[in-house]
């Protein structure tokens, strides 16, 4: 069974920094691309960041572009998102996501997710 475990959330001040991680099973991490969403109260799920199963190229949405950076460490079957200059409007639950396309980035187009780990960011 696939499994997607997200870690690294927590309580940050703005201006501050997280790193979240994704521990994935077995060949997911290898053969498949790897996003984040997040979802704050009340609203819709929204698209991140993505990354390409080689790690070769990356995608973000324009209001995290410049803050946050995906990678992936395929050797430990874990995917990276550093989050800079965190903003009050940063706070959700994350969710890391797998899909078999090559760069998607709508929450359609993944296959498998975690259980999502929180992140609040106070002013």
Not at 41 to 70: C, H, L
């Amino acid at each position: 069974q696939v499994q997607l475990i997200e870690s690294g959330g927590g309580l940050v001040q703005a201006g501050g920094s997280l790193r979240l991680s994704c521990a994935s099973s077995g060949r997911i991490a290898r053969d498949y691309a790897m996003g984040w969403f997040r979802q704050a109260p009340g609203k819709e799920r929204e698209f991140v960041a993505v990354i390409t199963w080689s790690g070769g190229s990356t995608y973000y949405a324009d209001s995290v572009k410049g803050r946050f950076t995906i990678s992936r460490d395929n050797a430990i079957n874990t995917v990276y998102l550093q989050m800079n200059s965190l903003k009050p409007e940063d706070t959700a639950v994350y969710f890391c996501a797998a899909s078999r396309l090559l760069i998607p980035t709508s929450a359609a187009g993944f296959d498998y997710w975690g259980q999502g780990t929180q992140v609040t960011v106070s002013s």
